[in-house]
């Protein structure tokens, strides 16, 4: 069965410094793999969905890149945190043309 | 884009059938119906989607107006664990792979009562 799997749970960072988020996805090939945040009160945003290593598109310009390293595997980033990049950060993956996306347990970061 | 409404919150009791119910009177023709929820502090989930006929499956039922301007989530006997935000989102037909973008709104908040 599949699973995705994103590490830290929680984490609190000052602003200025850099981040690093990571999703990882089993049990699947090729998966259609996408980063959403989700900040306190406000509904999820897309922030880059990727169809293939080394494909990345960005649907909100931002202070924040992701990248895709290897097939299942997703990377969010950030060179210099922000306050407004406090929030909820959840993976997901969808393969093919299905229409169901399966999410994660998501990351919890506060900039302090 | 179309855009959906629904009601900011609803309360069920217990073991009783809980309808929540979505606008979506600029749907067009190619757009599916989906519907998510999101446990407190947890990602979403996939609930369910339609495209014209209802639909069931183990978790749910979506009711589809036979204009498709509204549609009904329709929880069975609601226990505690669906107490969560419900959202109903429109994704057109071709939306599978690198179009499946899917835009949350507010959704409707579900408390349901022992």
């Known amino acids: 069965s599949q699973t995705i799997h994103q590490w830290p749970a929680t984490l609190v960072q000052p602003v200025g410094s850099p981040l690093s988020l990571e999703c990882t996805v089993e049990?699947?090939?090729?998966?259609?793999l996408y980063w959403y945040r989700q900040a306190a009160g406000r509904g999820l945003q897309l922030l880059f969905y990727?169809?293939?290593?080394?494909?990345i598109s960005s649907e909100v310009p931002q202070n924040l890149s992701a990248s895709r390293p290897q097939d299942r595997q997703f990377i969010l980033s950030s060179k210099k945190l922000l306050l407004s990049d406090s929030g909820f950060y959840l993976c997901?993956?969808?393969?093919?043309?299905?229409?169901?996306?399966?999410f994660g347990p998501g990351t919890r970061l506060t900039v302090t | 884009d179309a855009k959906t409404t629904q009601p900011n919150s609803m309360e069920s009791n217990e073991e009783e059938p809980v309808h929540l119910p979505c606008n979506h009177s600029?749907?067009?023709?190619?757009?599916?119906i989906h519907w998510y929820r999101q446990l407190p502090s947890q990602g979403p989930e996939y609930v369910i989607h339609?495209?014209?006929s209802n639909v069931n499956n183990r978790m749910a039922s979506l009711a589809i107006a036979e204009d498709r301007k509204s549609s009904t989530l329709i929880l069975h006997r609601a226990t505690l664990r669906d107490a969560a935000v419900y959202y109903c989102i429109l994704l057109p037909i071709n939306s599978g792979g690198s179009n499946y973008k899917l835009t949350f709104g507010k959704g409707t908040l579900l408390t349901v009562n022992p």
């Open positions: 990727s169809v293939g290593i080394g494909q």
């Open positions: 049990g699947t090939s090729n998966p259609n």
């Open positions: 339609g495209l014209t």
């Open positions: 600029t749907i067009s023709g190619t757009d599916y």
């Open positions: 997901a993956w969808s393969v093919g043309t299905s229409y169901e996306q399966y």
